[in-house]
């Protein structure tokens, strides 16, 4: 028997109707491509998002939604400082912090207040 292989999303809560702005910020700030989403999920509302190395980042759609302030996903990308530039340029905060060993990372946040954390490794 095999172990976990792989991660294939990460799903974030977003509110009902949510899905333009998500759009604007997972595309159009991020690069990340909207996928379709099963038929019989798509009635759900919510969007479907895919990167490089095919990694997932679903949003559904909770009714009494509250962003995950401690919970996140961790989103290794290249030139840690074209994100942090990016980001801010579009108006997201982006804060930096040493206290992960080996990597160095920021946290921002999507248009709901959602916890996101930028890594790249050192060296």
Do not use: T
């Not at 172990?3 to 595309?27: D, I, N």
């Not at 108006?91 to 248009?111: A, L, N, T």
Request: hydrophobic share 40%; glycine share 12%; net charge negative.
């Amino acid at each position: 028997m095999e172990g976990v292989v792989m991660l294939h999303h990460v799903q974030l809560a977003c509110p009902p109707g949510s899905e333009p702005v998500l759009r604007a910020f997972y595309e159009g700030v991020l690069g990340l491509v909207e996928i379709p989403k099963p038929p019989a999920l798509a009635s759900r509302g919510g969007c479907w998002f895919r990167g490089h190395n095919g990694v997932e980042l679903h949003l559904g759609v909770e009714a009494d939604f509250r962003p995950a302030r401690k919970a996140h996903p961790g989103i290794m990308v290249h030139d840690l400082d074209h994100w942090a530039h990016r980001l801010g340029e579009a108006g997201y905060p982006v804060v930096f912090d040493d206290d992960f060993p080996g990597m160095r990372r920021f946290y921002s946040e999507d248009p709901h207040g959602n916890r996101l954390e930028f890594l790249e490794p050192v060296g």
